[in-house]
């Protein structure tokens, strides 16, 4: 039993040893491999004059829409009369209901 053991052992770190590990250089010229490097798999580029103020500009977009669209429906939904809002909005029927 040991001896067994102990050939498997021997033969699979000589296997391992001699597989041959290589890689190739990537083909730029195909349409599935791309140049590589830092910044190279980015949609935009970092370096340029105005990167800082575009950043920021979508950051607050972004961030700031869903706030900004959720506060304008609030307002409109406070000027509509609630009679036909309760099928969509039970909730604001409820905060705004008349007493």
């Known amino acids: 039993m040991n001896a067994a053991t ?51 500009a979508f950051m607050i977009t972004g961030f700031g829409a869903p706030f900004a669209i959720a506060g304008m429906s609030s307002i409109i939904l406070m000027k509509v009369p609630s009679v036909g809002l309760t099928v969509f909005f039970p909730l604001v029927w409820q905060t705004y209901k008349s007493r």
């Open 6 to 56: 102990a050939l498997r052992a021997r033969m699979a770190t000589s296997f391992v040893a001699r597989r041959g590990f290589s890689t190739t250089r990537s083909q730029l010229a195909s349409p599935y491999h791309y140049a590589e490097g830092p910044r190279s798999n980015l949609p935009f580029n970092p370096l340029t004059k105005f990167f800082f103020f575009r950043y920021w």
